[in-house]
């Protein structure tokens, strides 16, 4: 696949008549926007082939990612379980709470870099960013709505049917559009300006900790976590139990090579996004260091770069700890152009 630097996605141009005042564009003419991929990332997976990137179609797939109007008793929205200020993970609960407060089984990951993810959810049920809010939407833990009925309020809201038909030019909103513009929001969610990435570019030095932990982190943590995005996608058994609870990818394949794995979560902006692993056990990053240091518990599907423990000393606990919080992107929790949207 040839893809530039810069993917320019040509929008659709629906009104040709339509004017542009003054750098104002007028509600009749969506823009085309561009994904902008960061110069150290590689080319993404995700490209909009079929869903051409508008400002408008954008900030439509943000006022729904905040509206409680999908879920079935409007009381939850994506953002409910996703918080900007956590980076898009919950708010410091390992499982979140959807409609009827029911609890999930599972720790809301963080979400952003989602244009190069090659699957979603902690066991890679869903490979598609466009059809991924089906499973919020529907289930019962989470927004607990249909789509037949998230279509028919979304066409009975003067607001939406405004903003769809700009888009779209008709005057019905489909299941269709509306999750294309909300995969439009998703997928523009990009991290990478932490200090990581501005030591990568050579903008700013490393301490002397943050290197040690760096080396540390090249040496033991990168053939999963793998640099730029931090994560190789693959599905691994990291040895959290020697007594399977929630069997993983085995969940989908049904391959008892399977058990107990789990998607390599990216370790970008992980200071925000506690508590850790795919249940939330370890409420902060010190723990979660122990854990990989002395405490992975075999198991027939153990992945075998784990098989000898790391048993890093205190000092380089601490090192590994310090260089994890240079993944931190401050900007991207503060960005205003992800946060929710005045209505
Ligand atoms: C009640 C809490 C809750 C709500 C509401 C919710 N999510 Fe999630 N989200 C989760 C949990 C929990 C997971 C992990 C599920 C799993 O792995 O089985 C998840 C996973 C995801 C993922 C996969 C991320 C990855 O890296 O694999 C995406 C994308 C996502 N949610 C987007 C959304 C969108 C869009 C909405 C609104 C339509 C939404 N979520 C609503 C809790 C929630
Ligand atoms: C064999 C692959 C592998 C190696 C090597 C590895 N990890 Fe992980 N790591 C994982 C997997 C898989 C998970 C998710 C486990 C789960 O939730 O079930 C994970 C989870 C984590 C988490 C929690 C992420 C979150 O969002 O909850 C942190 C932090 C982490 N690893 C840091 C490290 C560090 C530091 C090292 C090196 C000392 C390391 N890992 C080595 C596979 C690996």
Not at 43 to 60: I, S
Not at 284 to 297: D, H, M, P, T
Not at 312 to 333: G, I, M, P
């Amino acid at each position: 696949m040839l893809l530039e630097k810069k993917i320019v996605l040509v929008g659709v141009i629906l009104l040709t008549f339509s004017c542009k005042k003054e750098g104002k564009i007028t509600p009749f003419s969506p823009s085309s926007i561009t994904f902008t991929q960061p110069s150290n990332f590689p080319a993404p997976h995700y490209t909009f082939e079929n869903n051409q990137l508008t400002q408008e179609g954008f900030e439509l797939g943000r006022y729904l990612f905040y509206d409680p109007i999908l879920s079935l008793d409007s009381t939850i929205s994506c953002a409910s379980c996703h918080a900007q200020s956590h980076s898009f993970a919950d708010h410091n609960i390992p499982l979140s709470k959807g409609v009827d407060k029911k609890f999930g089984r599972r720790n809301a990951p963080a979400l952003f870099n989602l244009a190069w993810s090659t699957s979603f959810m902690w066991d890679g049920g869903v490979n598609n960013i466009e059809v991924q809010p089906l499973v919020p939407l529907t289930s019962p833990h989470e927004l607990g709505e249909s789509m037949t009925n998230i279509v028919l309020k979304l066409n009975r809201s003067n607001f939406y049917l405004t903003k769809f038909k700009v888009l779209y030019g008709s005057g019905q909103i489909t299941d269709q559009h509306f999750l294309k513009v909300l995969a439009q929001f998703t997928s523009m969610l990009v991290s990478s300006n932490s200090r990581y990435d501005q030591y990568i570019s050579g903008k700013i030095n490393f301490t002397s900790e943050e290197l040690a932990g760096y080396a540390l982190f090249k040496n033991n943590c990168a053939s999963c976590h793998r640099e730029p995005l931090f994560t190789d996608y693959s599905f691994r058994n990291s040895g959290l139990e020697s007594v399977i609870q929630d069997s993983g990818r085995y969940r989908i394949t049904q391959n008892t090579n399977d058990l107990g794995k789990f998607k390599v979560p990216s370790l970008r902006n992980i200071e925000f996004t506690y508590p850790y692993m795919h249940d939330g056990r370890f409420t902060n990053l010190e723990q979660v260091i122990a854990f990989k240091s002395n405490g992975i518990k075999n198991y027939p599907t153990l992945d075998p770069l784990l098989k000898t423990p790391f048993a890093f000393t205190k000092e380089e606990q601490k090192a590994l700890v310090t260089f994890l919080r240079s993944l931190s992107d401050y900007e991207y929790t503060s960005n205003p152009k992800y946060a929710e949207p005045v209505r």
